[in-house]
Every structure is written in structure tokens, then in C-alpha cells.
């Protein structure tokens, strides 16, 4: 079965720091781009980062950008999310989605999605 | 591009059908996304570029539109289809942006 285990998550204290790992079993992370997404408390959907092409192309919302970094790593078909300088705000399920791209215009649709890990920052 | 759906919250008897809109600030040609999140569940994808269902996906789900209005149509309705749908458009990026979801309760 194609599936996406995410781990990670936590408790951690404002100004901390968390790494997020999205394990993906029956289908090659190299040959997707892959996207992370979150969901506040009771909140709707955020884009947060996506990693497409040979890795080295990322984009980040710019609610994290310069905290939070996406990678891969292909011989462990992980993809992974290291999370710096967090705030309450970053409170919020974490997705880790497989991502398709639109033939027509390259654009990111979200057709595989972990079950999610939790990220609380409080004191 | 802001996604704006409509209604919030919608309630609706088993067998009858829904209609969700979602609006774009501006033309998102015909990619947009269609989402269904279940309680205490991810996401699932059941309608890209406006009007195609995902892989595994109901007939009952049916998607229109193109430009700046959409609107998801759910036939005969069951107690499994009571979840959250969000919209999502793919045509200008990043940041790829959703709606705020519409809940639909089956009562």
C-alpha cells in the first residue's frame, strides 16, 4: 500500500527547535516532489514548503521562510523538515504530502497525504 | 490568490445533494482542487482541474467551473460524506493558497 508515515513531532519551547521525518513506502520519493502542509487547532490548510526536481528546488511560505528548511534524503525515501526559532504560531498538525505536478503549468496538486504529526510550541 | 468558499457550514438530510462554491480573487483558469478531510482524519484529494475526479473517487463528486467561480456537487448523500471540503487553486504559485473550508453535516 503507497503510504506516508510522518514522526516527530512534539512539545518544544518558543525560540526551539524540531526535525520532522515522512518515511514513504511503494513509491520513490526521487521521482515526486513532495510537500508540507499544516493545520492549526481547528484551523484550515497552509502551504508550508515544497521540494520538487532534483532536490535542490525549494520554496517556502513566508510565514517560515529563513526558520524552517525542507530536504530529502533518496536513499531512506524520507523527506524531512527541520523546523528553527518556532513560535506559538507554528502550533499545528504537520502533513507530509506527495505532489503531483499539473501537466499544464507545473502546478502542485496534493494526491497522497500522511496522517500527520502534531507540533505544539508552548512554555 | 484568496479562495473564498461558501457556504461555512452546511446541513443537509441523507440522499438529498450539496453544492459547495469557491471563489478566486482572481482567474485561476481551470486549476483548482477539490479536498475532503473527514473528522480526526487527513486530507484526500477528490477533484483536480476543476472538474476531474481523483483515482478512486465517487461519481457522486462533481466538480465545475473555471475562471473565478467553482462549486463542488455531491449527490445522494450519506452519513460518510459529513467531513470538511476545501478548495485549492494550482495556477499561481507559490504560494499555493485554499479556502477556509465548508463543513457539511449529514443529519
Known amino acids: 500500500e503507497v503510504q506516508l508515515v510522518e514522526s516527530g513531532g512534539g512539545l518544544v519551547q518558543p525560540g526551539g527547535s524540531l526535525r520532522l521525518s515522512c518515511v514513504g513506502s511503494?513509491?520513490?520519493?526521487?521521482?515526486?516532489?513532495m510537500t508540507w502542509v499544516r493545520q492549526a487547532p481547528g484551523e484550515g490548510l497552509e502551504w508550508v514548503s515544497t521540494l520538487v526536481g532534483d532536490g535542490h528546488t525549494t520554496y517556502y511560505a513566508d510565514s517560515v521562510k529563513g526558520r524552517f528548511t525542507i530536504s530529502r534524503d533518496k536513499s531512506r525515501n524520507s523527506l524531512f523538515l527541520q523546523m528553527n526559532n518556532l513560535r506559538a504560531e507554528d502550533t499545528a498538525v504537520y502533513y507530509c504530502?506527495?505532489?503531483?505536478?499539473?501537466?499544464?503549468?507545473?502546478?502542485?496538486?496534493?494526491?497522497?497525504w500522511g496522517q500527520g504529526t502534531l507540533v505544539t510550541v508552548s512554555s | 490568490i484568496v479562495m473564498t468558499q461558501s457556504p461555512a457550514t452546511l446541513s443537509v438530510s441523507p440522499g438529498e445533494g450539496a453544492t459547495l462554491s469557491c471563489r478566486a480573487s482572481q482567474s485561476v483558469s481551470s486549476h483548482l482542487a477539490w479536498y475532503q478531510q473527514k473528522p480526526g482524519q487527513a486530507p484526500r484529494l477528490l477533484i483536480h482541474?476543476?472538474?476531474t475526479r481523483a483515482t478512486g473517487i465517487s461519481a457522486r463528486f462533481c466538480g465545475s467551473g473555471s475562471g473565478t467561480e467553482f462549486t463542488l456537487n455531491i449527490s445522494s448523500l450519506q452519513s460518510g460524506d459529513s467531513a470538511t471540503y476545501y478548495c485549492q487553486q494550482y495556477n499561481n504559485w507559490p504560494p499555493i493558497t485554499f479556502g477556509q473550508g465548508t463543513r457539511l453535516d449529514i443529519k
Open positions: 511503494e513509491f520513490s520519493f526521487s521521482n515526486n516532489a
Open positions: 504530502v506527495k505532489t503531483a505536478l499539473a501537466r499544464e503549468n507545473g502546478g502542485w496538486k496534493f494526491d497522497l
Open positions: 482541474g476543476a472538474s
